[in-house]
């Protein structure tokens, strides 16, 4: 009975997507509107679809899973992923937003040639099939618990839902679903699953190996594991598609740019700084 129910809730919870993806339609009114959700999601809609991007079945159901099987130094998966996402913050934010471009693929092209932008759509494509594959994955592993229906079906039908309300709703879509799910893990995880675990193990805790509790290595991770596991999430955070797309969406860049102003002058685009034009040259003081 309680499998029914909780079916029932996910049921629900699809047929809000939906209905969500519906009333973002309304709002699109051209291609700007649906890739970039007009470029006004406010710091903290773009802080929730950020999150709940990032954090998803690789940060949570895979790391735990390492933590399980490795102790504490698994924890470089998600550390590396956070000051990805710091760097991405103090130095490209700033210059893709700059751009004015929508892609990956077309900010490349704009620094480097079309070449280098066909091998970056590739790239994409590739890391993206795989990492969606993750996320759906890690859905089924949990929906499998919930329910006894068909594994295979209700995958199909959550990937479904998910297509379904992007192609309506383009990006003012997904941040509109992404605030509820971020909403949901704060309260799934924070509020729900961390109190359960600490009742549960707090009293079994002195029982644990010293050896998996050891940080930032131990026997079973050593330096260059736990600096594979750090290189391993740094870099798609720090240049992730899936990423890129949710702070060009962000309304207004004052902000944004101010920690990067050096970044630009010295290093990406110094041509449009040139110094010497915006310095004027002192006048004469002798009367022609």
Known sequence: MDSWL????????????????????????D???????DRKVGT????ATLSATVIGGSA???????????????????IGGAIGLIVLGLTLAGLVRKTGLITLPEITGKLFDSRTR?????????????????????????LSVISDVNYELMLVC??????????LGGQIAVVYTDVI?????????????????????????????????????NSSVPVLTAGSFFVIMFFPHLVGPDIYSKFINRKGDKALLRPVDVYD?????????????????PKSSRNC
């Open 6 to 29: 909780l079916l029932g809730v996910l049921i629900g919870y699809l047929v809000v997507l939906i209905g969500i993806g519906i009333f973002a339609n309304r709002r699109v009114k």
């Open 31 to 37: 291609t700007a509107g649906f890739y970039l959700a």
């Open 44 to 47: 903290g809609a773009l802080t």
């Open 60 to 78: 949570t159901i895979a790391t735990a899973a390492l933590i399980y099987r490795v102790g504490l130094p698994g924890l470089w998966l998600d």
């Open 118 to 142: 066909s091998a970056a759509a590739v790239l994409i494509i590739l890391t993206q099939i795989a990492w969606v594959a993750l996320l759906i994955q890690a859905t089924g592993a949990i």
């Open 158 to 167: 959550v990937t479904g839902v998910f297509i379904i309300y992007t192609l």
């Open 181 to 217: 799910q971020f909403l949901v893990m704060v309260i799934g995880v924070c509020c729900i699953a961390v109190p359960l675990l600490l009742i549960e193990t707090l009293p079994s805790f002195s029982l644990i190996q010293t050896e998996v509790l050891s940080f930032p290595i």
């Open 265 to 281: 002058k010295v290093v990406a685009f110094p041509d449009q700084y040139d110094m010497s034009k915006k310095v004027p040259k």
